[in-house]
C-alpha cells in the first residue's frame, strides 16, 4: 500500500461562488470569484500559484465544450488570474477528485509549491443535462443509446439491483436524501436551504430513471469551487489550520486501501464527505468504504445515522443534492472545513479525520483521509 | 419492422464483426480460444489470459435479467416513455451483459431474474441491433 503521501500536502484555502439556476454572470466569473476567494483564504497572492488542476469538462448531451462559456481550463484561469509563475498545469476530465491527486503528486514530487484546484459548472437553460443528440452512436455508446440508455441510467440500474438483493425502500433512500436536506440548512451556499422536504414530497416526485426520482438526481446549477494546497511544511506558515492529507486511495475498491495509506482508523474517523451524484451513492460508498456492512447501508442511514449528532455525520454541507452540482469539489472543500474547524454551524465536535470520497460504482474512485494532525 | 428514429450503432475497428453479424440475426461475441472467456466489450485480446486468440462465437442468446431501469424521460429521440433498459445476463458467462430493451413485453411485467432470449430488431437495410424478450424457461 502507498504511504508515501501521508501528510506530504494539506488544504490551505477554500473558495466559494454563489450557486445559482439561472444566470446573466459568465460561468468564468463563477470560477475566477472562487479561486480568488480561494487563494486569499490561503493567506497567498495570485502570484505565489505556481500550480494548478482542473477538470473542465462540460457533461451531457447539450454540452457546448467552449472554454469560458460551459468549461474553464487551465489556460483561462491561468491567463485571467493573470498567474505569473505557474510552472506545472494540468486539466483532466473527471470528477473534481483527480485534480486534487494531480495537485498532491505535483507538490509532492516538488514540480510546484502552492497548486489551485478549480471547478466550475455550467447550467445550460433549456438543454437536458442527459440529452442524446446525436443520430449515431460509436464508442462504448453503440451499446446503450440504440436501447435508448441514458449513461446515467446505468446508476438507475445499479440501485435497481441493490435494493432487490438487500430490500432497502424508496423510504429508506428517503432517509438520504432528508439528511442531505437537513445539512444544507446549514450551509449558506447551499441553494436548497431554506426549503425542507418531506416523504410525502419525495414519493410524488416524478421519476427521472425509474427506481431514480428527480430529488435522488444531483441538483444542476451554474457556480464554482476552489481550494489551494501546499506542502506540509509550508502550510505551517499560513494563516489556516491546514487539513492535512493523510492518505489516498485511487482504485475500483479504495475500501481498505485509503485506512491503510494513511494508518487512521475506522473507528477514527468523525465525519465522511461521500459523493452523491446520485442519492444512493451514499449507500456505496459507505459499504464500500467498510463504514457499514455489505446490504446494510440503508439500515446504517436509518434514524439519524447520518444526520449531523448521529452515528457517523456524512456530507455534513448538504452535496450535490443539497448544495449542488460540482462534481465533487463541495466535497472536498467541506472535508476541509471540518478538519480546519471552520464549519460554523456544521462543525462537528473535536473532529480528527474526515474522509472525503468521490466516484461511482464503475469507474475507480479516489478516497481521501483529511486529518487535523501531521 | 426498420425504425429509422432510433439511435443506430457506429461500429469499429473492434466491434464491426459484432454489428456483421446482428445484421445476419445472430448473436456473436469474441470467444478466447485458449480458456473460453466470452469478451464484451469486444477487445483484441483476453482479459484474463491475455492470449490474442479470440474467435467470434454465436452465443445461444439465452439469459436473464439481472437488473434494469424504467425510463420515464424524454431523452432519447425514438424512444416514447416509459420503456424499460435492463441489463441482460447471458448464460453462457457470469457478469457476461447486454444492455437491452425488453420487446413483447409490457413494462411493469419486467423483474429482475426474468428469463430472455434474443431477438433482432431491424433499424435499416444494414443495421439490426440484438434485443431481448421474455423466454416461457
Known sequence: ?374 | MADSTKVIPHADLETTPYWEAAREHKLKLPKCSQDGTFVFPPRPICPKCHSDKLEWTELSGRGAVYTFTIMHDKMVAGFDPPYVVAQVELEEQAGLRLQSNILECPVPDVYIGMPVEVTFEDRSEEISVPQFRPRSS
Open chain 1, 1 to 374: 500500500m502507498d504511504k508515501s503521501m501521508r501528510n506530504k500536502t494539506a488544504i490551505v484555502g477554500v473558495g466559494y461562488s454563489d450557486m445559482v439556476r439561472k444566470t446573466d454572470r459568465s460561468l468564468g466569473s463563477f470560477a475566477i470569484e472562487a479561486a480568488m476567494q480561494a487563494i486569499t483564504d490561503a493567506g497567498l497572492k495570485p502570484k505565489d500559484i505556481d500550480g494548478y488542476a482542473g477538470t473542465p469538462v462540460a457533461f451531457g448531451g447539450g454540452a457546448m465544450h467552449l472554454d469560458g462559456v460551459d468549461e474553464i481550463s487551465d489556460r483561462y484561469i491561468i491567463s485571467s488570474l493573470g498567474l505569473p509563475n505557474i510552472r506545472w498545469a494540468l486539466d483532466i476530465n473527471g470528477l473534481t477528485s483527480i485534480s486534487l491527486v494531480q495537485a498532491m503528486q505535483a507538490l509532492a514530487v516538488g514540480a510546484c509549491d502552492y497548486a489551485l484546484v478549480v471547478r466550475a459548472m455550467y447550467n445550460p437553460v433549456g438543454v437536458r443535462y442527459n440529452q442524446s443528440r446525436s443520430p449515431e452512436a460509436g464508442g462504448p455508446g453503440q451499446f446503450t443509446d440504440p436501447y435508448g440508455l441514458v449513461p446515467m441510467g446505468r446508476h438507475a440500474q445499479w440501485l435497481q439491483r441493490y435494493m432487490h438483493d438487500s430490500g432497502a425502500t424508496k423510504e429508506d433512500l428517503f432517509n438520504v436524501v432528508k439528511a442531505l436536506r437537513d445539512h444544507a440548512q446549514l450551509n449558506p451556499y447551499a441553494y436548497w436551504r431554506g426549503k425542507d422536504i418531506t416523504l410525502e414530497d419525495y414519493l410524488a416526485s416524478r421519476w427521472i430513471y425509474e427506481p431514480l426520482c428527480l430529488f435522488d438526481c444531483d441538483m444542476p446549477l451554474t457556480g464554482a469551487g476552489a481550494v489551494v494546497l501546499t506542502t506540509a511544511e509550508r502550510a505551517k506558515d499560513l494563516p489556516n489550520p491546514p487539513a492535512y492529507i493523510s492518505g489516498f486511495a485511487s482504485t475500483y475498491e479504495p475500501g481498505e486501501a485509503v485506512f491503510e495509506a494513511s494508518g487512521i482508523g475506522r473507528d477514527e474517523v468523525q465525519a465522511a464527505q461521500l459523493y452523491d451524484g446520485y442519492i444512493h451513492m451514499i449507500w456505496f460508498w459507505l459499504e464500500k468504504l467498510g463504514l457499514c456492512g455489505k446490504g446494510e447501508a440503508y439500515k446504517f442511514t436509518r434514524d439519524g445515522g447520518i444526520s449531523l449528532g448521529g452515528t457517523l455525520p456524512v456530507t455534513t454541507f448538504g452535496g450535490s443534492q443539497g448544495e449542488g452540482r460540482l462534481h465533487g469539489m463541495g466535497h472536498i472543500r467541506e472535508g476541509a472545513m471540518q478538519v480546519m474547524g471552520r464549519a460554523g454551524e456544521r462543525q462537528v465536535p473535536d473532529l480528527e479525520n474526515c474522509i472525503v470520497a468521490c466516484g461511482f460504482e464503475s469507474v475507480p474512485g479516489h478516497a481521501f483521509m483529511f486529518s487535523r494532525g501531521s
